[in-house]
Structure formats: structure tokens, C-alpha cells
């Protein structure tokens, strides 16, 4: 899970949400929300944070085997390739999806 993932990879660099946020450009409490699971970020952010603790987009978005993790990583080598309109209708595509499960995940903790 998203939130878990960027709270273990802060806490092994033993850095501080503060670090974090203020290196991203982002405020404190999307960062939190973030890490909460409340909120999922857009992709640019998500981008930035794998930049940000020197993993791929793939790893930090995923916890699924690594067979799953490759062919999803190929698949965004191949995204690089398209035009931008393109890009940003996969993008709204991801961001769509991503809400969803969050929200699926937020209505299973109320129920």
C-alpha cells in the first residue's frame, strides 16, 4: 500500500515528514493525508517522491510480486514514448483508479 510504502521508506532514512514535504514542494497536510492513507497524490507527485527516495514509481506504488512489478515498470518505459495527449489521458485513467481503491478502502473502514 501507497501510505505504508512512503512512511517505511522515510523512517529508514530516518527522516522527518518535514524533510519530506518541504523537498517535494508540498504542504504538510497533503504530505500527512499521504501517509495516512486519506489522500492519494497525483501522479506528478508520485513521481517526485520516487525521485525524491530513489525508487521507481512501480516500487513505490506496489507491493505485488515481482513479476507484476517488471511488467509494470516496461509498461511505463513505453508510456515515456507517447504524445502528451496521450500521457495525460492515462494519467487521468491511474489518478480514477487509484481514487476508487482508495475510497473502497476508506468505505471498508466505516462499514
Do not use: W
Amino acid at each position: 500500500m501507497f501510505s505504508v510504502k512512503i512512511k517505511e521508506l522515510r523512517l529508514q532514512r530516518e527522516l522527518r515528514q518535514e524533510d519530506v514535504y518541504k523537498a517535494i514542494n508540498i504542504s504538510q497536510s497533503a504530505y500527512t493525508a499521504y501517509e495516512k492513507g486519506t489522500q492519494s497524490p497525483q501522479l506528478k507527485i508520485i513521481e517526485n517522491l520516487a525521485k525524491f527516495y530513489g525508487v521507481t514509481i512501480v516500487e513505490l506504488l506496489s507491493d505485488n510480486k515481482p513479476e507484476l512489478n517488471e511488467r509494470l515498470l516496461a509498461k511505463f518505459k513505453l508510456i515515456e514514448k507517447l504524445e502528451d495527449e496521450e500521457k495525460a489521458s492515462l494519467m487521468m485513467v491511474i489518478e480514477g483508479i487509484l481514487l476508487r481503491n482508495q475510497n473502497l478502502s476508506l468505505s471498508k473502514k466505516f462499514n
